[in-house]
């Protein structure tokens, strides 16, 4: 499909999504983020893609929800048309993983579309912040509940409620971002990291992201259940016949998705 708003290649099993209106640092209006669930949604259902990275220009990954659109919408608009709902349902529909990679701001929307990935690779200049106490609004689609479960709720309440930004090094140090690298490093290092999903099984890839999302979802016993009862599950693949095999055999395993 083409789109406006984003660029999408795959390559080697990885879909690479790169977020492109740089004329206002990548701001999620509802083209953007239209056309970026639609995007995730093809990737997801492709047989060639094993991995997708999201990513945005050097300068940012995206400045927030476009403010612009917003500016002029009533509550009878947002509450209506349930503003935001719709991406965050769409994305966290998405089954194989997703990749943030990171370079310059990631804020409001931008912080907290990286959020909805499954891990977020930073690149040293990364600014991330949840600045909407600026506008006159708080965050919308995850920064005052997804941050809080990344960071804990004092730097969420400082970052909520100061709308100061973090550098990488602090969202490291936060437990928000997986690892920094250098930025000219940023999407060699999301497509290594992207690949050796890649090489994985993808039933087992695909169980594994259930299961640790289960946990910001469930109580600890009833998750540590759901984990049991899948990987219990997982003896009824021959990936875990093939896996197990080719360690007792000191060879590569070769994984078929079965
Ligand atoms: N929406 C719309 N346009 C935006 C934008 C946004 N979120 N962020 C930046 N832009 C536009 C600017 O208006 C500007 O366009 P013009 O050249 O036409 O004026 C262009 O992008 C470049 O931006 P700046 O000139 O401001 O660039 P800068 O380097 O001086 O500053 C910045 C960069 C600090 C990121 C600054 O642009 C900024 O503060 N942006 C807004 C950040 C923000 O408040 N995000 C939260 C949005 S609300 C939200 O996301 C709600 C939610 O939870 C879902």
Redesign the pocket.
Same mark, same amino acid.
Not at 63 to 68: L, N, P, S, T
């Given at each position: 499909m083409a789109y406006e708003t984003i660029n999408v290649e795959v390559q080697d099993h990885v879909c690479l999504i790169k977020l492109n209106r740089p004329? %206002? =640092?990548n701001?999620l209006n509802s083209e953007l983020l239209t056309e970026l669930c639609a995007a995730l949604e093809e990737a997801d259902a492709s047989d060639k893609v094993r991995c997708i990275i999201l990513t945005g220009s050097e300068k %940012?990954f995206a %400045? /927030?929800?476009?403010?612009?659109e917003m500016s002029e919408m009533s509550f009878v608009d947002v509450f209506t048309n349930n503003l935001?709902a719709d991406t965050n349902d769409r994305i966290a529909a998405i089954r194989k993983p997703i990749i943030a990679a990171v370079a310059g701001?990631a =804020? /409001? /929307?931008g912080c !907290?579309v990286a959020m909805m990935c499954d891990f977020i690779i930073a690149a040293d200049t990364a600014k991330f912040g949840q600045? !909407?106490i600026?506008?006159g609004?708080i %965050? /919308?689609?995850g920064?005052s509940q997804r941050l809080t479960r990344f960071v804990g709720k004092s730097k969420s309440m400082d970052m909520n409620l100061t709308g100061r930004f973090m550098n990488a090094e602090e969202a490291e140090r936060a437990g928000l971002v997986s690892r920094v690298v250098p930025a000219k490093k940023l999407l060699d290092e999301a497509t290594a990291a992207a690949q050796k999903i890649a090489e994985k099984s993808l039933l087992t890839a695909m169980a594994a992201k259930e299961a640790v999302n289960r946990s910001y979802e469930l109580p600890l016993s009833e998750g540590m259940l759901f984990e049991r009862r899948v990987f219990h599950s997982m003896f009824a693949t021959e990936d875990q016949k093939e896996g197990m095999a080719a360690f007792l055999e000191k060879r590569e395993a070769q994984f078929r998705d079965k």
């Open positions: 004329e %206002a =640092l701001a %940012a %400045a /927030g929800a476009d403010i612009k935001f701001y =804020l /409001g /929307g !907290e600045p !909407e600026n506008l609004v %965050a /919308g689609m920064g």
